[in-house]
């Protein structure tokens, strides 16, 4: 090939791999690169995505292109690598993503699930005491249920760390293997979220020592949120306001349709991981969770605090409060005719 001819192939290339990162389809459109995971604490994402009302909502605005992750941490380096746009997430990894960029990088824009967290462990585990020495799962480091468990492990005198060590072996997996391992003996328990949680009871033989509801004021605490990146924000507000006003209109249909939601959930994580839930697993998991638009903010503050002080975030010089950004869907909320959710200090 002649070296001009190199040189321009060589470029041509350069710029297909940069136009491949950008948030904008071939058509000229915007395109929303959208992440969540196979959890029912992100049963907005599933259900918009399987019964094709999400992208059939943004359709004009912007094409929809969808990823799934199995823990937080790993969604949080693909927004700030660039590689994702939004994405349903817990509260941790937002404040593990706020902090790493300096305050710079993302956006709460809308609450999305509430509880549906629980510490359950084998049948032989009476108490605390039990757990010494015995080794325990978490979706993954840093996670949210991650920082949850290692919490309540410190408060009962049972140190943990970072590497598998201390009184308790805290380790990382997904949460299908967590299943396996529960199942096989090989971890006495693990903090998890919905459908696992009741799958490690009803096929795995475990008994709840935790419900995470019992930890918090009222009882009510945010699993699940919707973030943008902040520059995605700037750049494509007409889209953000589609994606909330189809987050609050599934996040509605979720609520009244109970049924139909959980049958598209299940389809939906039957095509994501090849395994097919139990109907009757999703309708008692279904129980322990509440689909709201309200972020919560003061539990995902709060949280915050827990991972600083288990050493797990470094929190200095960050300002916290200003991972909000709530007026996309207040103006969206007003629009329907709905109440406001707070700027300010949440509920």
Request: charged share 20%; net charge neutral.
């Amino acid at each position: 090939m002649p070296l001009h001819w190199a040189r321009w192939f060589s470029l041509l290339l350069l710029v297909a791999f940069v136009m491949s990162g950008c948030s904008r389809s071939s058509e000229g459109q915007a395109k929303l690169r959208l992440g969540y995971f196979p959890n029912l604490t992100h049963a907005t994402a599933l259900v918009g995505v399987e019964s094709g009302e999400l992208h059939t909502r943004l359709a004009g605005v912007a094409t929809v292109e969808t990823s799934t992750f199995n823990a937080g941490p790993a969604a949080v380096e693909a927004l700030l690598s660039g590689a994702l746009d939004a994405a349903y997430i817990g509260p941790n990894p937002i404040i593990d993503a706020h902090v790493k960029s300096a305050g710079d990088a993302i956006r709460v824009i809308a609450g999305a699930t509430a509880g549906g967290a629980f510490f359950v462990v084998a049948a032989h585990v009476k108490g605390p005491a039990d757990l010494r020495g015995k080794k325990l799962a978490s979706p993954q480091l840093g996670g949210t249920q991650d920082v949850a468990l290692r919490r309540w492990l410190a408060q009962q005198g049972l140190a943990t760390d970072a590497y598998g060590g201390g009184d308790v072996a805290v380790v990382p997996q997904e949460n299908a293997q967590t299943l396996e391992s529960f199942r096989a003996g090989q971890i006495a328990g693990a903090w998890v979220p919905e459908p696992w949680a009741t799958r490690l009871l009803l096929e795995g033989g475990g008994k709840i020592l935790v419900d995470e509801r019992a930890l918090w004021p009222d009882g009510r605490y945010v699993t699940t949120h919707l973030i943008v990146r902040k520059a995605y924000l700037e750049q494509h507000p007409d889209v953000v306001k589609a994606l909330l006003r189809a987050h609050v209109e599934l996040t509605d249909r979720i609520r009244n349709d109970a049924a139909k939601a959980q049958k598209l959930s299940i389809d939906h994580v039957e095509r994501i991981t090849g395994k097919r839930l139990d109907a009757n697993v999703v309708a008692k998991a279904w129980q322990n969770l509440e689909f709201t638009s309200d972020p919560m903010r003061g539990s995902l503050l709060r949280s915050a605090e827990h991972a600083a002080q288990l050493d797990l975030l470094k929190v200095e010089g960050v300002d916290l409060t200003n991972v909000y950004e709530l007026a996309p869907l207040n103006a969206v909320l007003r629009e329907l005719g709905r109440a406001t959710v707070a700027q300010g200090e949440g509920p």
